[in-house]
């Protein structure tokens, strides 16, 4: 039995815009909590909790009102990640060697690669090692559906219109674990990477920056987080295709210990609705017909 047969959801959810469409995408890779039985894990769901980023695609849902796309993963990130290389396997984790190359990096060292082992430091997520099929089925049934509607989404928007702006949008802990680059360190209210320049123009990440530092946030910028494989992926800034990631802090808009929505959900929600609508303006104002040859 694959997990097809038993994943009660579509992987993907795709929201289309509700009014005249705008290369603008908005991705939550990391919302989900759907899991095949087959594959329930050992680990406390409390202990994966941590890793999802929950609520994000709701903070985001007026998106597609404002004529943007919304994807957003249903599957949990430490059933499969999105935002890992394809091949970023950790071999600790599987029963039988992997037939093909492998790219392990720092985070499947981590134990946060593709396939999440840890659920905490110390609490492993699967009590066994995973069958090399199994392994290949979450790629096929989650990742793989995951990523083509995001590149199919992105590519049609580009050859539209010239152009095409991405945000990958993630939340944050109010402070690292031991797992984390900044273990034990506060984290400021949003952190917004584009890996180090690489991935978008300087103009889109100074129009989501200084958005945010106007509503009185504290917002970095690269540190800790530089965005990871969703944007480094699809970007490609010479070519119009501008990627950027978004984390916030939980503490915003959740009790990170109950994992309810606090009061602070709606106020948030609201801010980052005015954060799409300047983002809209930043892209309508960059396909207006005449300016700079880029206009379909
Ligand atoms: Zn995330």
């Known amino acids: 039995m694959n997990s097809r047969q038993t994943a009660a959801l579509p992987p993907v959810t ?31 769901l409390e202990a994966l909790a941590t890793s999802c980023d929950a609520f994000v695609d709701e903070l985001y849902g007026k ?8 994807i957003a993963a249903t599957f949990p990130r430490w059933l ?28 499947s060292r981590s134990g946060m690669g593709l396939i999440r082992r840890l659920a905490l430091p110390g609490v492993p997520v699967h009590g066994r090692r995973l069958d090399v099929a199994e392994v290949e089925g979450l790629i096929r049934d989650y990742y793989d559906p995951y990523h083509e509607a ?19 949008c993630h939340s944050m802990k109010s402070r690292g674990n031991a797992m984390n680059i900044d273990a034990g360190r ?14 978008c123009d300087g103009d889109f ?15 970095g910028v690269n540190d800790p987080y530089k965005g990871a494989e969703l944007v480094r ?16 802090n939980r503490a915003l808009y959740m ?26 303006d930043f892209v309508r104002e960059r396909i207006a017909p005449g300016r700079s040859g880029r206009a379909a």
Not at 205 to 219: A, E, K, P
Not at 233 to 247: K, V
Request: charged fraction near 25%; hydrophobic fraction near 40%.
């Open 150 to 168: 995001l590149r199919s989404r992105l590519d049609a928007l580009h050859s539209r219109f010239g152009s095409v702006w991405h945000v990958d």
């Open 80 to 107: 499969i990640d999105p935002n890992r290389a394809r091949d970023d396997i950790d071999p600790e984790l599987l029963a039988a060697p992997w037939p093909g190359p492998l790219q392990i990096s720092d985070k």
């Open 63 to 70: 998106a597609p009102a404002h004529g943007c796309t919304l």
């Open 186 to 199: 506060e984290r400021p209210d949003f952190v917004i990477g584009n890996r180090d320049g690489s991935t």
């Open 255 to 280: 009790d990170e210990t109950s994992r309810e929505r606090h009061q602070g959900f709606a106020a948030l929600e609201a801010r980052l609705e005015r954060l799409i609508v300047a983002l809209t």
């Open 14 to 44: 795709l929201h289309d815009p509700r009014s005249a469409p705008l290369p603008l995408v908005f991705d939550s890779p990391h919302s989900g909590f759907a899991f095949p039985p087959e594959l329930a894990p050992a680990a406390p």
């Open 205 to 219: 990440i100074d129009c989501v920056v200084g958005t945010l530092r106007g509503f009185g946030y504290r917002v």
């Open 233 to 248: 992926r699809y970007s490609n800034p010479a070519a119009g295709r501008h990627s950027l990631q978004i984390e916030v």
